[in-house]
């Protein structure tokens, strides 16, 4: 309830749910004093296809104490649990504070597990089959909806079995991007660099530091135009991992190739975030995750 702006639909639900619990007692009060007219046979007089007679047996008692029990209950868990609104019920449960919980005793177990993997090194912890199993179950739960099962992402996500790294490759560097995350902003330099006609010359320069096609007039028109470009990319476009600025000539592209491509990055800008994961997962976690992730890249020791 916390998202609106105003307490009205807590109350719209706490009225419904108190009407709804005493429409209920009102109907078997209304039901149990009501007297239907009745013939000798103890049916209401009412007949249908012929012989099919309405009964005038009152409700069993089992099922009308069932009723009173089950609004009772009702009652009760409102009071208990939350329900009514915004309010918190006296147990004070939530389902974030279960869910919180069981991953504290779930990582309580595991800690002995857990012990072994932080003494080792990384670079030895990715050769260590067990502890790698347990990193890829930890990517594939964290890691995998972006980047893809098998590690390779796709347009705007990172592929982490390639030697290219934004902000550096090394056991340390990945976990301190798991950690606390990153947030890549490239912002639009169109006005920087001068014209449209500018930008495109740009763009193909951009495709020749890779060897990739373009027209090499405009390339060569372009070239004295990058240098805006070159504060963070490089003067030779090799990227600085300082800052996350990309490397241009290597032919990999991290949010699509060609010139169109270029010339929207340049117009536009992009930012891109990697969220933190340390409130999400415990160091442990992130030191066997890191070192599984540094192991798709580089070949571990046994």
């Keep these: 309830m916390s998202d609106f702006t105003s307490n009205f639909w807590s109350v719209f639900i706490s009225a419904v749910s108190v009407v709804s619990i005493a429409a209920c007692l009102l109907l078997l009060w209304i039901t149990a004093r009501k007297k239907v007219p009745f013939q000798s046979d103890n049916s209401t007089g009412h007949v249908w296809d012929g012989d099919l007679r309405e009964m005038n047996n009152p409700l069993p008692r089992w099922w009308v104490g069932l009723f009173i029990l089950t609004v009772l209950f009702g009652v009760g868990y409102l ?3 939350p329900g009514l609104g915004s309010y918190a019920g006296k147990l004070g449960w939530t389902s974030q504070g279960e869910y919180n919980a069981e ?9 002995p597990l857990y012990a072994q993997f932080t003494a080792l090194p990384p670079e030895k912890l990715a050769g260590n089959a067990q502890a790698m199993a347990v990193g890829e179950r930890l990517f594939m739960n964290n890691c995998a909806q972006c980047h893809g099962s098998d590690a390779r992402g796709s ?8 030697g290219d790294w934004l902000h550096g490759g090394t056991p340390d560097k990945i976990w301190e991007t798991i950690t606390h995350g990153r947030i890549g902003v490239m912002p639009p330099m169109a006005a920087a660099v001068g014209t449209p006609d500018d930008v495109k010359n740009v763009a193909n320069y951009v495709l020749s530091l890779s060897g990739s096609p373009n027209d090499s007039l405009r390339a060569a028109l372009g070239k004295s135009k990058f240098s805006v470009c070159a504060a963070c990319h490089g003067v030779g476009g090799k990227g600085n991992q300082a800052i996350g600025a990309p490397n241009l000539s290597d032919d990999i592209w991290l949010h699509g190739w060609g010139e169109a491509a270029i010339i929207a990055m340049v117009n536009n800008g992009k930012t891109n975030q990697m969220p933190a994961q340390h409130d999400k997962l415990t160091e442990a976690q992130i030191h066997v995750l890191a070192s599984y992730v540094w192991g798709l890249s580089n070949k571990p020791t046994p």
Excluded: S
Aim: cysteine-free; hydrophobic content about 45%; overall charge neutral.
């Design 79 to 81: 009071v208990a649990y």
């Design 103 to 111: 991953v504290a005793q779930a990582n309580r177990e595991l800690a």
């Design 155 to 162: 347009k705007g996500f990172p592929n982490l079995t390639d």
